[in-house]
């Protein structure tokens, strides 16, 4: 437990405040921290005898002349946990330095507390991570090992949550970076019961909410909260612990159109992209054929749609003339025998021509 690096943090903490050099061995009484560095991994005999004898020792200078790699101080035994686990060790006269004895041995034990309680901290945040990443994936969740592993985690499984995804625009530079920097503002804002992981860039929190519309709003209070851009997904709120899975793959979809589409939004739910939704789980992973539409009449589809069917309004978008606009839609129907100005071909020409040729990429 008392680690080369714990002992020479106890060093630099404690000189800090005290103008003594500070020697911190080990339980073999071998110093593996000093204020005089190449004291480092020297043995020291006092600090055994204070181990054995499991009290402090003062060395004067006629002890520590008599003494190989002894010098004048004070040697106090450090307990964690009720055991003994090395020495602090004051460098100076004993009746000088005798009186910051305790002050110096209740800081090293402190100190050896909090790096305890930190690592565990990183271990149960690293197992409820594991524990999240399998939840989402709907692994296993029904299997004795899952549910005691909650448990041990005081994670309530019969509660409803619901998946909100966190992304960062893959164009961003430093995306790991960013994402760390995310977290530690999100973590600040969980519930209890609120747990989370990050899974392939993304920040996958699982949100405890009674109503969707609770769930919707703690999510979307983080649309403001980050300097860097970023898209939030939501989905549904499920009751059931085994359906968290399906409210993260409504969370992931919605993340991946959002971000395939470039859409302008920074919020949305599952029911706010139903249909792109539906189109990326018929595209993905498919390649789309059977259009013979170029780029340019592509866009002049994907403009006409976005301004509600007007032609005029399309044509001022992309600086054409009228008539060029309806040239182009005329163009569009002759190769693909669907009448951009009606409505049922039209919602066929968008989905199968604008939004497949994104959702599949």
Known sequence: MLSAEIAQEIVERTMKILPYNINVMNEKGMIIGS?????????????????????????TSELADELEGVRPGINLPITFQGTIVGTIGITGDPRVVRPFGELVKMTAEIILDQSFLLNQMQLDERITRELVNEWIRGEATS??????????????????????IIAIPERELSKRVKINHIEE??????????????????????????TEEELNDRAKAWVHAFKTSVTIAVGSLQSDYHAAHTSYIEALHTSIVMEKLEDSMSFATYQDKSLERLLYKLFAGEKVVGTALSKELVSTLQTYVEHD?????????????RNTMSYRLERIEILTGKNPKKLSDLF??????????????
């Open 35 to 59: 204020g005089t560095r190449d004291r480092i991994g020297t043995a020291h005999e006092i600090a055994r005898q204070a181990i054995v004898a499991e009290e402090a020792i003062e060395i």
């Open 143 to 164: 299997s004795k090992r899952f549910i005691e592993r909650a448990k041990a985690l005081a994670i309530n499984l019969e509660i409803a949550r619901g998946a909100v």
């Open 185 to 210: 503002i999100v973590k600040r804002d969980l519930g209890e019961q609120d747990v989370l992981s990050v899974l392939e860039g993304r920040l996958v929190i699982l949100i405890h909410a009674n």
């Open 309 to 321: 069917g007007s032609i005029q309004e399309a044509a001022d978008a992309l600086f054409i003339h």
């Open 348 to 361: 066929y020409l968008y989905a199968t021509v604008v939004l497949a040729e994104k959702l599949s990429n």
